[in-house]
């Protein structure tokens, strides 16, 4: 083995005077062959004159002298507190272990050698070395660790001609410190270019004796077949390697020997060796070459048990795909190879296509494909496949996403907008059914309705049958339709996510947050496509449709359709104007909400107020409960059954009797100014309706008024326009008026 080599290589060095080292580790994992190569080493110097053969049949240059001594320890043999006492009698200073206080000096090593070449061996130390417990035998480690020392610097000493061999695993740290200070050369036994030969050798008699013509055969089927997307470096290279491997195929080998290496308790070529005798053994007489593929992944299951269970999970998944489990295999142990964690398709591919099976790269390349996103514990990442503990969230979910149709991603993109935007206080055209009923509800289309003669089809349709018309606010995108690409892609994300809770292990809960995450994007990308509103303008004797620029805000919106309560009053007095029957208040309401030429109303109370400021301003009388006529007085509530009347159906009363009141008010009025006494009330709110009820509910019939003070704040600005409308408002009953307003001029220039 090249190791071999190089450990004559460092022996003559010493033997010549080139070097001055004498001490050697033999270094490499379990079952690498550390143990063959000292025996090895220790039988060539034991029997000097059958190494010069043997060195002449591998051309090695190495001159053992014949009168060389060797001696070999293995602890496994030799139970010992202190190692020196087998290596003395073994040399036949014996003598020499009485006059050793604590531990041998380098005097007495020396004088044990003597002055002709010697050669020490010792196996297994680690072993022996990890056996001392530091607290109990601190002492015994402190001697032992102490010879050692003194051994390998007498080694090193270019008058000595000492040799000492170790096979070392590095993992005994104390050890580590000796070697670091004496510098013993280390040579590693686990090289990759021994391993091939050496599990071939191991496995096959006269593995050296191929039939080389055949061979190339077989290979030359597979390396011409090599294309794109598998890649190997150099074709011809890659036939001498298929060569000299065969009957394994070279990844095989590699991705084996590079998982075993890692870990030195897998017991290195041995667990190697067991996993390939098997797959020969199983695959010799059906297939010319025996594949990663091919491997018995049980056998593996001491690396990962878990990661192995993963892949047995998910092969149940992908059985009905042709190369579903050598792809899985393949992606398993490339997993588990610290070095690479993971697959290319190229690696896949070398481990799975074989063309003298009838194999296609396409189709196993297609099979590739599928399975990702039906397996849930496989991840691809910048092209690498690879297994994890956690399942592959977002592969399942591009899998489940190419399930989606139309009306499922219509659907949800529905149900967000209803829920999420407009807080579920709209219906969805199209998409549910719309009531028809005197209560105000909001329209909220997913498409655009046009514009001019579009529009007009649009809501003809719309309204078409229905009784309550004016109840409706109706809103659209400004866009043709929300469905873009990017929405659509994001709620495919979400009904899968949606669809897989529940149904693959979520610890980490990425489900859910996929599900808000992208619910947020498509809520803030949907809401800059809204909108507008309709809104009925009455030209002449025709009703057009207009549109308003809204925002996807519930509120706004509302306040935006909602109309002016002396709007309303226009219209109110419009609809009793020379009607001596009048109009009941129920009728009235029922009016606004069934025709669009009236005034949207989203509350009865609107109506409500303004027949109160309407009665008020003395524009309009009412006839309540047994005809009870509501003429200066104001009722305490209006009920939907009241009568709303012009002033000038008013009923008439007699002279006699009027005048008869005009006398009895005199009188009574002397006798209630004695009685009466001085009261304010104070009053605060928001809004006149407030400030309305707690008058209503803090003063009697019987109480006279005599004067109000308002001070009014306004929330927002108001124009010149404003502040004059606002004050026509006032009630035009004859009055005393002390006012004053606030407002805020530009500074004169300079």
């Given amino acids: 083995s090249s190791a071999l080599k190089r450990t004559f290589e460092r022996i003559n060095e010493k033997l010549s005077g080139i070097s001055n080292q004498g001490g050697v580790l033999l270094v490499g994992p379990y079952g690498s062959g550390k143990t063959h190569a000292l025996i090895s080493l220790y039988h060539t110097f034991k029997r000097p004159k059958i190494a010069k053969g043997w060195f002449r049949e591998w051309n090695i240059d190495l001159d053992i002298p014949a009168s060389t001594r060797s001696v070999i320890i293995s602890t496994r043999r030799y139970d010992v507190d202190l190692l020196w006492e087998p290596i003395f009698k073994l040399l036949g200073r014996e003598d020499i272990l009485p006059k050793i206080k604590r531990f041998p000096t380098v005097d007495q090593i020396e004088e044990a050698i003597g002055d002709s070449p010697c050669a020490i061996f010792i196996d297994e130390i680690e072993n022996w070395y990890g056996s001392f417990d530091p607290e109990k035998q601190a002492h015994l480690i402190e001697k032992n660790e102490t010879f050692l020392e003194h051994l390998l610097e007498v080694a090193n000493d270019p008058e000595k001609k000492l040799f000492v061999f170790i096979t070392f695993l590095e993992e005994q740290e104390g050890l580590k410190k000796i070697f670091n200070r004496t510098n013993p050369v280390p040579i590693d036994v686990s090289a990759m270019e021994d391993r091939e030969k050496v599990s071939l050798h191991r496995l096959f008699e006269k593995s050296d004796q191929k039939d080389l013509d055949k061979v190339e055969e077989v290979v030359e089927k597979y390396v011409d077949k090599y294309t794109d997307p598998i890649k190997i470096d150099n074709a011809y290279r890659y036939k001498q390697r298929m060569t000299q491997t065969y009957p394994f195929h070279p990844l095989l080998l590699d991705t084996l020997i590079q998982i075993y290496e890692a870990a030195t308790e897998r017991q290195d070529i041995r667990g190697m060796m067991n996993i390939l005798a098997d797959s020969a053994k199983d695959g010799y007489d059906k297939k010319d070459l025996i594949f990663l593929s091919d491997v018995d992944e049980n056998a593996l299951r001491g690396i990962d048990l878990q990661l192995v269970e993963k892949y047995s999970y998910d092969l149940d998944r992908v059985k009905e795909i042709s190369y579903g489990k050598e792809i899985l295999k393949t992606v398993l142990i490339f997993t588990l190879n610290e070095k690479t964690v993971g697959a290319t398709e190229s690696d896949i591919l070398l481990s799975v296509f074989s063309p003298t099976q009838g194999h296609t790269i396409n189709a196993i390349a297609m099979d590739l494909e599928n399975i990702y996103g039906k397996a849930h514990y496989l991840h691809r990442e910048n092209g690498i496949y690879f297994f994890?503990?956690?399942?592959?969230?977002?592969?399942?979910?591009?899998?489940?996403?190419?399930?989606?149709?139309?009306?499922?991603?219509?659907?949800?993109?529905?149900?967000?907008?209803?829920?999420?935007?407009?807080?579920?206080?709209?219906?969805?055209?199209?998409?549910?059914?719309?009531?028809?009923?005197?209560?105000?509800?909001?329209?909220?289309?997913?498409?655009?309705?046009?514009?001019?003669?579009?529009?007009?089809?649009?809501?003809?349709?719309?309204?078409?049958?229905?009784?309550?018309?004016?109840?409706?606010?109706?809103?659209?995108?400004?866009?043709?339709?929300?469905?873009?690409?990017?929405?659509?892609?994001?709620?495919?994300?979400?009904?899968?996510?949606?669809?897989?809770?529940?149904?693959?292990?979520?610890?980490?809960?990425?489900?859910?947050?996929?599900?808000?995450?992208?619910?947020?994007?498509?809520?803030?990308?949907?809401?800059?496509?809204?909108?507008?509103?309709?809104?009925?303008?009455?030209?002449?004797?025709?009703?057009?449709?207009?549109?308003?620029?809204?925002?996807?805000?519930?509120?706004?919106?509302?306040?935006?359709?909602?109309?002016?309560?002396?709007?309303?009053?226009?219209?109110?007095?419009?609809?009793?104007?020379?009607?001596?029957?009048?109009?009941?208040?129920?009728?009235?309401?029922?009016?606004?909400?069934?025709?669009?030429?009236?005034?949207?109303?989203?509350?009865?109370?609107?109506?409500?107020?303004?027949?109160?400021?309407?009665?008020?301003?003395?524009?309009v009388i009412m006839q309540g409960e047994r005809g009870k006529w509501y003429i200066d007085e104001i009722p305490r509530s209006l009920e939907p059954g009241f009568v709303v009347f012009d002033p000038k159906y008013a009923p008439e009363v007699g002279k006699e009797e009027e005048e008869k009141e005009e006398e009895g008010e005199e009188e009574g009025e002397l006798e209630k100014v004695e009685k009466r006494e001085k009261k304010s009330l104070d009053l605060r709110g928001n809004s006149p309706r407030v400030i309305l009820s707690q008058v209503e509910a803090r003063s009697r019939e019987s109480d006279v008024f005599k004067e109000i003070t308002t001070t009014y704040k306004f929330k927002e600005d108001l124009t010149k326009q404003e502040i004059m409308k606002f004050i026509k408002q006032f009630p035009s009953k004859e009055a005393d008026i002390d006012g004053k307003v606030v407002l805020w001029r530009e500074k004169d220039e300079g």
């Fill in 388 to 619: 994890s503990h956690e399942v592959e969230i977002f592969a399942l979910i591009d899998r489940e996403k190419k399930k989606r149709t139309e009306d499922e991603i219509k659907r949800k993109v529905a149900e967000i907008v209803k829920k999420d935007i407009f807080e579920n206080k709209a219906f969805i055209y199209g998409f549910e059914e719309i009531p028809d009923d005197s209560k105000t509800k909001m329209v909220v289309g997913l498409e655009s309705w046009g514009t001019n003669d579009i529009l007009k089809d649009k809501l003809n349709e719309f309204y078409y049958g229905k009784k309550w018309q004016n109840t409706y606010i109706i809103v659209f995108p400004t866009v043709d339709n929300i469905f873009s690409f990017e929405i659509t892609e994001k709620v495919k994300s979400i009904i899968s996510a949606e669809k897989l809770q529940g149904q693959v292990e979520d610890k980490e809960r990425k489900l859910l947050k996929i599900i808000s995450d992208k619910k947020k994007e498509i809520n803030d990308k949907i809401k800059g496509f809204y909108g507008y509103m309709v809104k009925w303008v009455a030209r002449e004797k025709e009703l057009v449709p207009r549109l308003i620029n809204v925002s996807a805000d519930i509120s706004a919106i509302r306040e935006k359709a909602d109309s002016d309560p002396s709007l309303v009053g226009d219209y109110i007095l419009k609809e009793t104007e020379d009607k001596a029957d009048g109009k009941r208040i129920e009728i009235l309401i029922n009016g606004f909400k069934e025709y669009r030429k009236y005034p949207q109303i989203l509350d009865d109370e609107v109506v409500y107020n303004a027949i109160r400021n309407l009665h008020r301003d003395k524009r």
